[in-house]
């Protein structure tokens, strides 16, 4: 079974994990010390040899299994994330699902992608030459993980980094670690050696001491611009993966079907309470339709069912914590001040915000400039496709953005001129799945993540060139 104790030889402190909406103590966890890190390093370096010598076939079957117990075990883990993270129970259950792909798209890669023939021979003086390229493990991988898709996330992390054949140290979200452990026990069941996943808890001074050992080959880190940042001053010579945030555009022409956008945008901005990097928060509509579009908006907002994310009616949980409601809350009350107005919620009941709708609000605000982080959205009226444009390209970081239209020529026009990571077209800024490409452009992310591209970026080419 994974813990966080087995690379300590004296007692540590523990940190209690509770329940975002009730606040009730579900577990805890052992906290890891600064001065462990040395042992934490040796192990995963004891961890890298075992998994480097795993066949592909082995790590294909033991992450196939993987996705298998996952599934069977889909209403525990989804129970689990419901109590730790706050997600309403129907979209937990998806996250379970979406986390047993992931591991069965990472099986796939560790059977198939093992490297390319190299035509040699096509160059004049190389004639009689014949040889390919394998794609070797890096090494011991740091993975840390945020809270907003505590198994999914993890999963990403881990999946491709077993199939390439490397050893990860696994440092999950203080506010989410249960839910981590348990797909590492799950991993482990399915017969993964537990030295290949050593899983740590600790401060920001743990998170220090890992990225910036020398050992650690790859970072790959999901979270804030401002972490990323510290992270890329600390790591030194090593390869970075990050996701960092976004702010998504959504942009809503004359001729897009105004209900369809509705029923899209609703669900892509509130989905797991607004705590979504990909969910749509700036929502910019042509001035001809910004009426209808924004009273079927709050009405379709106003109807969302909100609270006790247990309840399988329930549209919208709480936030993962009532610190961070109170910040979505001073978000709003800074916009207000400066002028702008709410047309729905605006209501807190510790840890649950209610879905709000803010329309009027000033560029300067940080509730249009940064990522909110929340169940919050703005509405912003505008004339031309080139006002549309810049408005959405003027944030410094973008994950994804969406085009809502009937004119095949304008979407891909908007396409190629929207500086985002993806464009979804008529559709929401949140879809994804877990085989594309995913991250962002400009300062809001450094590398990709989707499992193929997740595993390139965790494997080196070595090439074998045989003159004969």
Same mark, same amino acid.
């Given at each position: ?35 462990? =890190? ?42 689990? =994330? ?61 993975? =840390? ?287 994804? =799945? ?35």
């Amino acid at each position: 079974m994974a813990t966080m104790t087995s690379i300590r030889q004296t007692p540590s402190p523990t940190l209690d994990v509770r329940n975002p909406y009730t606040g009730a103590t579900i577990g805890s966890v052992q906290q890891t010390d600064v001065q462990d =890190i040395d042992r934490v390093i040796e192990r995963a370096k004891l961890g890298f040899e075992l998994s480097r010598k795993l066949s592909r076939y082995t790590r294909h079957g033991i992450l196939a299994r993987a996705a298998s117990l996952v599934l069977e075990r889909q209403d525990e883990l989804a129970a689990l =994330i419901v109590a730790e993270a706050g997600k309403t129970i129907r979209q937990a259950r998806k996250e379970v699902r979406r986390a047993a792909n992931t591991l069965s798209l990472s099986a796939d890669e560790a059977r198939s992608n093992a490297g390319e023939v190299v035509p040699f021979d096509a160059f004049e003086g190389s004639e009689n030459r014949t040889g390919w390229f394998t794609r070797e493990p890096l090494g011991v991988i740091a993975a =840390i993980t945020p809270y907003n898709d505590a198994l999914n996330l993890v999963a990403h992390k881990l999946g491709p980094a077993i199939a390439a054949g490397n050893s990860v140290i696994l440092k999950p979200s203080q506010l989410t670690p249960l839910t981590a452990v348990r797909l590492v026990d799950l991993l482990i069941e399915a017969g993964l050696p537990d030295e290949i996943i050593t899983v740590v808890s600790g401060d920001r001074t743990v998170a220090q001491a890992i990225v910036g050992a020398r050992e650690v080959r790859l970072v790959s880190f999901t979270g804030g611009f401002a972490t990323g940042e510290a992270i890329a001053r600390g790591a030194g010579l090593k390869k970075l993966s990050m996701e960092l945030g976004g702010n998504a555009p959504v942009v809503i022409f004359d001729d897009a079907r105004i209900n369809e956008a509705v029923e899209a945008t609703v669900s892509g901005s509130f989905w797991a309470a607004g705590q979504n990097c990909i969910g749509s928060q700036r929502i910019l509509v042509h001035r001809d339709v910004y009426d209808a579009f924004r009273d079927l908006f709050v009405a379709a907002t106003s109807a969302l069912t909100v609270g006790d994310p247990t309840d399988e009616t329930t549209d919208v949980g709480p936030m993962i914590t009532e610190e961070s409601a109170m910040r979505a809350e001073r978000l709003v009350d800074d916009a207000l001040a400066a002028g702008a107005s709410v047309l729905a919620g605006h209501r807190r009941e510790g840890s649950v915000y209610q879905p709000t709708v803010l329309e009027n609000v000033p560029f300067s605000c940080e509730v249009w400039a940064d990522e909110a982080f929340g169940p919050i959205v703005v509405l912003q009226v505008f004339d031309t496709e080139e006002e549309a444009l810049a408005l959405a390209n003027e944030i410094d970081f973008s994950l994804h953005a969406a085009v809502f239209t009937n004119d095949l020529n304008r979407a891909l026009r908007l396409s190629a001129q929207l500086d985002a990571g993806g464009v979804m077209v008529n559709d929401s800024s949140d879809y994804r =799945i877990d085989s594309m490409p995913f991250g962002g452009s400009k300062y809001g992310s450094m590398g990709r993540e989707g499992v193929r591209f997740a595993f390139e970026d965790m494997t080196q080419p070595k090439v074998v060139c045989i003159n004969g």
